[in-house]
């Protein structure tokens, strides 16, 4: 299962995948429907990883059935977790393995933070209205359709019946982006911040590997 942590450490990266699932599902089918999303997933994203040589810990997926994360219940999902030390491009290269996976799947909608929380909103904040940033967006930062969403607060009482208030239960807040996708996606100069940054993947991968010689002894040849 997922992990309850407040914060994690640094120079991690965290995502959970919410994939469409049957309604009260049985667990032990719960367990293989997300082991056969898992399957396809990492077959989707093969032939970019299969080059990629990572700093430390590899992307990663598990089925996560439940568990809880600040108190807070958590839906049935599918979870990763990657320590990159050093090396800001393995987890900007996750970024673009999740944007790749949400344009490709109809219905899944992903949830990415580090240890400085909802990093993608910090790295486009010079074009984020006001209300918007990394502490006000608790629970509303997603990806789907291969683009960024933010769920917006209701501006009425009408729109209190599809855009929640306050901090959202996940489950509400991922219905909320598969079902009002529209109200959800942010403009595209805020998400042109995130999209420079994995821009050049998986083209990249090849470019950013050095190759060096290395003399040896005849003895050890």
């Known amino acids: 299962a997922a992990p309850s942590l407040q914060r994690l450490s640094d120079d991690t990266v965290e995502y959970r995948l919410f994939p469409p699932l049957p309604e009260q599902p049985a667990a032990d089918g719960l ?9 396809s ?3 989707a994203i093969s032939h970019h990883v299969v080059e990629y040589i990572w700093h430390r810990e590899t992307f990663n997926l598990s089925p996560s059935i439940g568990g809880s994360l600040n108190d807070v219940s958590l839906p049935p999902h599918i979870y990763g977790r990657t320590h990159f030390g050093d090396n800001i491009e393995d987890e900007w290269f996750i970024v673009f393995l ?15 933070q580090d240890n400085d929380g909802e990093f993608l909103l910090i790295e486009s904040s010079s074009d984020l209205p006001k209300w918007m940033d ?10 789907y359709g291969g683009n960024l969403h933010v769920i917006p607060y209701p501006r009425s009482p009408a ?22 996708s529209t109200e959800t996606r942010v403009a595209s100069k805020i998400e042109s911040h995130v999209l420079e940054r994995i821009q050049g993947y998986p083209m990249r991968i090849r470019s950013d590997q050095h190759v060096t010689q290395c003399r040896i002894p005849a003895k050890l040849a």
């Open 159 to 180: 729109e209190l019946t599809c855009l929640p208030y306050g901090v959202p239960d996940l489950a509400d807040a991922v219905n909320a982006v598969r079902e009002f």
């Open 31 to 39: 367990q293989d429907i997300l082991s056969g999303y898992i399957e």
């Open 134 to 143: 990394a502490t006000t967006c608790e629970n509303r930062v997603y990806l």
């Open 98 to 112: 999740l944007f790749s996976l949400s344009r490709t799947f109809q219905g899944l909608v992903i949830s990415v």
């Open 41 to 43: 997933y990492l077959s």
